[in-house]
């Protein structure tokens, strides 16, 4: 069956960096569109980066714009999220999942399955 798990999280500091890591089985992970989610308290789950099969074509919500970056090794089954210069408002739990509908709107979750637990993400003013 399909699996996707989430790790890297933690509690940093305003200002710090972290790296979360996702990687899935059973499923053809280079096949699939692949993106990151985040959730705060709350809050609705929103959409943060997503990255082509190959990796050629990224894109990112504009709050995270030139602090984030998406990344993928598809000969491991994983994707990356490198995070610096986090911000308080960066706390949320945050998720991978693979883009399986065709619609244009590559941060909307509703395209996306095969979720995982997430990883929390904690940053301190």
């Known amino acids: 069956q399909v699996q996707v798990v989430e790790s890297g999280g933690g509690l940093v500091q305003a200002g710090g960096s972290l790296r979360l890591s996702c990687t899935a089985s059973g499923l053809p992970f280079g096949y699939y569109a692949m993106g990151w989610f985040r959730q705060a308290p709350g809050k609705e789950r929103e959409g943060v980066s997503c990255i082509t099969s190959k990796g050629g074509s990224t894109i990112y919500a504009d709050s995270v714009k030139g602090r984030f970056t998406i990344s993928r090794n598809n000969a491991k089954n994983t994707l990356y999220l490198q995070m610096n210069s986090l911000k308080p408002e960066d706390t949320a739990m945050y998720y991978c999942?693979?883009?399986?509908?065709?619609?244009?709107?590559?941060?909307?979750?509703?395209?996306?399955?095969?979720w995982g637990q997430g990883t929390q993400v904690t940053v301190s003013s």
């Open positions: 999942a693979a883009k399986t509908r065709a619609g244009w709107d590559r941060l909307d979750p509703s395209n996306f399955a095969y």
